[in-house]
Nanobody
């Protein structure tokens, strides 16, 4: 059974950085495009960044230049490096296997002003 487990969330001041990790098990991870989504209170879940099996990333306009998605296929892990965080980045961040449609349970990121 496929599991996606996110970690790395927490409380950070505006301007700070966090790195989220998503560990995948039970799937052919290296072949699957992966994504990070987020959902802020009272808002719909939105795509933050995605990465293909070859390692190329795409980003929402709101995070371009601040966030970097990457993957380590040997570790079955995808990362989201978040720099210059803003209060509006506060949300639960979810990992998604775009090929299989699996989701993690999310990790909370809170950015204080």
């Amino acid at each position: 059974q496929v599991q996606l487990v996110e970690s790395g969330g927490g409380l950070v001041q505006a301007g700070g950085s966090l790195r989220l990790s998503c560990a995948a098990s039970g799937s052919i991870f290296r072949l699957n495009p992966m994504a990070w989504y987020r959902q802020a209170p009272g808002k719909q879940r939105e795509l933050v960044a995605s990465i293909g099996s070859g390692g190329s990333g795409n980003y929402a306009d709101s995070v371009k230049g601040r966030f970097t998605i990457s993957r380590d296929n040997a570790k079955n892990t995808v990362y989201l490096q978040m720099n210059s965080l803003k209060p509006e980045d506060t949300a639960v961040y979810y990992c998604n296997d775009m090929r299989m449609g699996y989701w993690g349970k999310g990790t909370l990121v809170t950015v204080s002003s």
